[in-house]
């Protein structure tokens, strides 16, 4: 009886190791494995090329509108200085076209014994 209990054990546990994988089975089964790890690493590759471009594309547009804001501060500061240029020109052109007011001040250099009335006049 002893023998024949371990004759079906051992017909038992033959069929097990038959009924498994087989070698080529095992290979396909590592085979996709690594596949699928491969494609996950290519998108985490894409998505992180993905992620550098908007940023490099964002750091670009800063720069632009850096560089804009530069020029219109010049800009603006040119024409504020054209301008104050032109108020400065266009005020000795109406003080030269007037000629000398009443209440101006007697200038150096010239010899009138009289300042004019209601100037200040000047202490040596």
Do not use: H, Y
Not at 47 to 55: Q, S
């Amino acid at each position: 009886m002893k023998k024949v209990l371990f004759s079906v054990a051992v017909l038992v546990a033959t069929m097990f190791v038959a009924c498994g994988p087989s070698a080529e089975e095992i290979a396909k089964k590592e085979q996709a494995t690594a596949d699928s790890l491969a494609k996950v690493e290519e998108a985490k590759m894409q998505a992180e090329a993905e992620a550098m471009a908007a940023k490099a594309k964002e750091d670009s547009l800063m720069m632009a509108a850096k560089a804009q804001a530069t020029a219109d501060s010049i800009a603006m500061a040119e024409a504020a200085a054209a301008a104050k240029k032109g108020v400065k020109k266009a005020v000795k052109k109406v003080e030269k076209e007037a000629g000398p007011s009443r209440g101006a001040a007697t200038k150096e250099g010239t010899d009138n014994s009289k300042p004019v009335r209601g100037a200040a006049t000047k202490v040596k």
